[in-house]
């Protein structure tokens, strides 16, 4: 798959597309205290799926895949230790670790968003010994780094920078890459570079943002044939 070039942005559409992303960041932000809980996904019979959201986020952002995935018949799990994903990517991969050994999953699909993506695959690169993981799908994850986070302010956005110890030791992590599913737009105001993976499994949709995407009925039906694949005997 080719990158996307300069000459194919459109400033005034990926102006249109950032303002949108905001406000959906906005409404699920506000949602999220209103919603459903996350025990009330924990039903059905087909594999299992864990959700990582982004840094600052909460599950709820992710709300309409989860919503499908479990239509569906997939028992989703969320790992509510995260809480809004602040912790260092390697810490935050222990507890997700720890969640699926203390609950004896296998033949896991992780669904990830941006940050989430990170953790998912420190995850199935360096603690999944039994093999429980087979698969990830990662949307709009900044495998690469983003060249804004080395002007933030807190730390914990300065990680996301491309010189970044641990997204550089990532980033020769190439094992995994082909149980690996990137999912992501045409424009992401987060992720100047995209997140395009080497060997992965590479999803390019024709929409921006770096949360809206989240709610892209093309996103959510990629996610959901990935978990209807069959699974490990």
Do not use: C
Not at 21 to 29: L, P, R
Not at 153 to 159: E, H, I, T, V
């Amino acid at each position: 798959m080719k990158r996307l070039s300069g000459a194919m942005r459109n400033l005034p559409r990926d102006l249109r597309w950032w303002i949108a992303d905001y406000i959906y960041a906005g409404w699920w932000q506000v949602r999220g205290a209103l919603g459903r809980s996350a025990e009330s996904y924990l039903e059905g019979s087909l594999r299992p799926i864990i959700v990582l959201p982004g840094i600052y986020e909460s599950w709820y952002f992710m709300r309409p895949t989860i919503d499908r995935l479990h239509d569906a018949g997939h028992p989703v799990h969320v790992v509510s230790e995260l809480s809004r994903n602040r912790r260092p990517v390697d810490a935050a991969a222990d507890l997700v670790a720890a969640f699926i050994a203390e609950r004896n999953l296998r033949d896991v699909v992780i669904v990830a968003h941006s940050k989430g993506g990170l953790i998912g695959k420190y995850v199935m690169a360096k603690l999944d010994p039994d093999s429980r993981i087979p698969h990830m799908v990662a949307i709009s994850t900044p495998f690469s780094g983003s060249i804004y986070a080395q002007w933030m302010l807190l730390p914990s956005l300065r990680s996301f920078s491309p010189k970044n110890a641990l997204t550089l030791t990532l980033s020769k992590e190439l094992t995994v890459n082909e149980r690996i599913t990137s999912v992501f737009g045409l424009f992401d105001p987060h992720i100047p570079r995209g997140s395009e993976l080497t060997g992965a499994d590479n999803r390019v949709v024709e929409t921006g943002g770096h949360f809206r995407i989240l709610d892209d009925e093309r996103v959510i039906d990629i996610v959901t044939a990935i978990a209807a694949r069959p699974g490990r005997d």
